[in-house]
């Protein structure tokens, strides 16, 4: 089956018709679609296929008990109203690179393993990366059962109702001793290639980031009786802490972005109480990040004072910068330029990625495919087919230079 039959058959999964994104969140309807999908790719290609104790899907060529097996893929679920290539271009690409080496009649001397990753956006249950924290022991089962969705649901209970068993989850450092190399091919969220006219490049870092949940707590109040000089109203400082937020990340070469807020009681004509706002930061280095995420909390604190707010700040997780494997990456820049005799770019970047969880246990990689918009988490996240295939093509020849004679 070709790149494009491929991509062509996944595509309705899960998409809203009001929105034209995606809703495939974990351990739902649309998430058991993509399941299915690629049980029936590995099946359809003579793979052996297994889902491993944290609900992760594998497919594998040759017997990964050997060890030193190469591991391609990536994820299949999405945030809210996501693009169509985050994480579906890893997985579809994996498949696509395969064919392309079997038409090479390349011959394996290790074990190939392709990989989908349960619950990489964290949009159910607001964690990111859930399936491979689990398995590399970044997240142990006790928090994965206090995990609860926006209806109350705990993961144990939606894990139990899809038949997979809760209380199997956990570190799987056997698994992780099979695998010399994770190359993991993904969508640049940027346009740093756009902009070098470059189809792929090699990831060199993702930088560290976090987030924070600032709860501002104040009086809930008639809107229209409450004189304004009466009002403790969190909303205000609310407000001016997405501002400052701008304001540090701009001073700092950083990100901030407060993307989800609640409100209560959420009425038109009601004062809230509360207005709890999730911080989204990202930077370079450990120090800008520290500087910016300090300075939010430092200005969200005197406007709190200002307007008799009280405010909690915590953080609900938190990822360090990651250097991929330097000898990994410069074999994935060294194998792509042979031929052309170019130098591959590398880039950094600011998303969070299965590869940089698994970075801590086994050597990790990254291959990104040209995206003409710059736009990631949107309907209108993209790239062209040529790139795409591209993409296809140098995964396949990173793979025979990791994986055959």
């Not at 058959?9 to 998430?31: H, I, K, M, N, Q």
């Not at 996501?82 to 080496?101: K, M, Y």
């Not at 570190?171 to 006219?197: C, K, M, N, T, Y």
């Not at 194998?335 to 990790?364: E, F, M, Q, R």
Request: charge should be negative.
């Amino acid at each position: 089956m070709s790149f494009h039959s491929m991509w062509a058959e996944l595509l309705p999964v899960g998409r809203s018709s009001a929105s034209g994104g995606y809703r495939r969140f974990a351990w739902t309807g649309a998430d058991a679609e993509c399941r299915a999908w690629f049980r029936a790719q590995a099946e359809s290609r003579g793979l052996r296929y297994e889902v491993d104790r944290n609900g992760n899907q594998w497919a594998w060529l040759g017997d990964p008990a050997e060890g030193d097996a190469v591991v391609t893929g990536s994820h299949l679920d999405s945030v809210p109203d996501g693009g169509a290539f985050d994480g579906p271009l890893g997985v579809v690409s994996a498949f696509a690179a395969l064919d392309e080496l079997r038409g090479r009649n390349a011959q394996w001397r290790k074990p190939l393993g392709i990989v989908n990753f349960g619950d990489e956006e964290g949009a159910r249950f607001g964690l990111a990366c859930v399936g491979s924290r689990l398995t590399a022991g970044q997240l142990t089962r006790e928090q994965a059962h206090r995990l609860t969705d926006g209806d109350g649901r705990t993961l144990p209970q939606v894990m139990e109702a899809a038949g997979h068993d809760p209380d199997a989850i956990g570190p799987d450092p056997q698994r992780l001793a099979r695998i010399g190399a994770f190359v993991e091919l993904h969508v640049e969220q940027g346009r740093a290639l756009d902009l070098s006219g470059d189809r792929v490049g090699v990831a060199g870092a993702i930088w560290p980031h976090g987030r924070w949940r600032f709860d501002f707590r104040g009086e809930a109040n008639h809107a229209g009786t409450t004189r304004l000089a009466d009002r403790r109203d969190p909303m205000l400082s609310y407000a001016e802490t997405v501002l400052a937020a701008r304001r540090e990340a701009h001073l700092a070469g950083a990100v901030a972005t407060f993307g989800k807020v609640a409100v209560e009681p959420n009425g038109v004509n009601a004062v809230p109480s509360l207005v709890r706002g999730w911080l989204d930061s990202r930077a370079p280095d450990q120090g800008a990040l520290d500087t910016v995420v300090t300075g939010i909390e430092k200005a969200a604190r005197a406007h709190a004072r200002e307007h008799g707010v009280g405010l909690d700040v915590v953080r609900e997780s938190f990822t360090p910068v990651v250097e991929f494997d330097h000898a990994l990456r410069d074999e994935l820049a060294r194998i792509l330029g042979k031929d052309a005799g170019l130098k591959v770019p590398v880039l950094g970047t600011g998303a969070g990625h299965d590869a940089g969880i698994l970075s801590g246990s086994v050597p990790t990689a990254m291959l990104f495919v040209r995206n003409p918009t710059g736009v990631s988490h949107s309907p209108a996240e993209f790239a062209a087919e040529d790139d795409c295939v591209a993409g296809v093509l140098a995964l396949a020849d990173v793979l025979e230079g990791l994986a055959c004679r």
